[in-house]
């Protein structure tokens, strides 16, 4: 039974692996292209890793690299195999992530709300008599 951070740890290891196979070249299927590995997540048992990587190409090159890694993923689970010490190598599992195209999202639907708001604010600035709030001042 795995406790405490262990399934973090070997996610991180597993994640510097692959890595440094992708960065290398240890992989030769071109259909890999050029991909961000963000994030190793490790069953509590150890048992399969769901390794999350995001693209920046369109979808039908999203597709080929999903297609490429499902390919290449018995030689990267033999490679993290003689590189780690574990009892069983976990099975490992690659996962578009879609988190940042989420944020990417969010932060443009906040850019379009801020641009609203300017341009909604800039006619009422210009206005020639602002009214003012009384003051508090009472001098005795």
């Known amino acids: 039974m795995a406790l405490g951070h262990r399934p973090e740890r070997v996610g991180d290891q ?4 692959l890595s440094e196979m992708l960065t290398r070249g240890d992989v030769r299927d071109p259909g890999i292209g050029f991909i961000t ?9 150890l ?3 769901r390794v999350f990587y995001t693209s920046l190409n369109d979808a039908k090159a999203r597709d080929e690299t999903a297609r490429a890694l499902k390919r290449a993923t018995p030689f990267f689970r033999r490679q993290i195999g ?5 009892r069983r190598v ?14 990417d999202r969010i932060e443009q639907i ?9 341009s909604q604010t800039s006619p009422a ?5 602002p009214t003012t709030a009384p003051s508090d001042d009472h001098n005795i």
């Open 14 to 17: 597993i994640r510097k692996n």
């Open 37 to 45: 590995l963000t994030s190793v997540k490790v069953s509590p048992d």
């Open 47 to 49: 048992q399969v890793a």
């Open 82 to 86: 003689s590189r780690l010490r574990l």
């Open 90 to 103: 976990p099975l490992i599992e690659f996962r578009f992530d879609e988190t940042v195209q989420h944020q």
């Open 110 to 118: 906040l850019r379009d709300l801020r641009e609203e708001e300017v």
């Open 125 to 129: 600035d210009s206005d020639p008599n």
